[in-house]
């Protein structure tokens, strides 16, 4: 349930909350809005950062 922001690869930029942990892959499972749609996403834990919701808030106003 934290929200994350994906710092490397092919997403980076995007927000979303973490809704799945695979510590043995060492993946998790975000939940992002892409094309005005959620959409689940797997990505590395080292690709994600834990923001505070409010900074999630105003990083998404910025992208509309």
């Given at each position: 349930g934290d929200t994350v922001s994906i710092e490397d690869g092919?997403?980076?930029?995007?927000?979303?909350?973490?809704?799945?942990?695979?510590q043995a892959a060492q993946k998790a499972k975000i939940s992002t809005v892409m094309?005005?749609?959620n959409t689940d996403v797997e990505v590395e834990f080292s690709q994600i950062e834990k923001i505070d919701a409010s900074l999630a808030e105003e990083m998404q106003k910025t992208e509309e």
């Open positions: 092919p997403l980076k930029g995007f927000v979303g909350e973490v809704k799945e942990i695979n094309f005005g749609r």
